[in-house]
């Protein structure tokens, strides 16, 4: 079992800055690739970025690419969102994720989960 926790949500305006942390207890952490996903009211889960379990290859979706900086430490099990220009529309839910498959972006690539931290970005 992963144990996955993650902080660092809140309100913030239009083009301001977040960073969400994830701190991961139970296996190895480093053993694991690690993914932000949101979930915005009505919406399906959405794939943010994710990062590979040495930390050498990073994957971004389109709408976030040049704007939010996915990283890892492994001494400290822990995984970091840097989310920069923020708009309205990155208003939701986000979520950490842990897996160990090859694929990366969808929900089912990930066995473990946190409960969520909530991101709201006024206009």
């Known amino acids: 079992q992963v144990q996955l926790v993650e902080s660092g949500g809140g309100l913030v305006q239009a083009g301001g800055s977040l960073r969400l942390s994830c701190a991961a207890s139970?296996?190895?952490?480093?053993?694991?690739?690690m993914g932000w996903f949101r979930q915005a009211p009505g919406k399906e889960r959405e794939f943010v970025a994710a990062i590979s379990w040495s930390g050498t290859s990073t994957y971004y979706a389109d709408s976030v690419k040049g704007r939010f900086t996915i990283s890892r430490d492994n001494a400290k099990n822990t995984v970091y969102l840097q989310m920069n220009s923020l708009k309205p529309e990155d208003t939701a839910v986000y979520y950490c994720?842990?897996?160990?498959?090859?694929?990366?972006?969808?929900?089912?690539?990930?066995?473990?989960w946190g409960q969520g931290t909530q991101v709201t970005v006024s206009s």
């Open positions: 994720a842990a897996g160990r498959r090859n694929t990366i972006a969808t929900p089912k690539d990930y066995n473990y």
């Open positions: 139970g296996r190895t952490f480093s053993n694991y690739n």
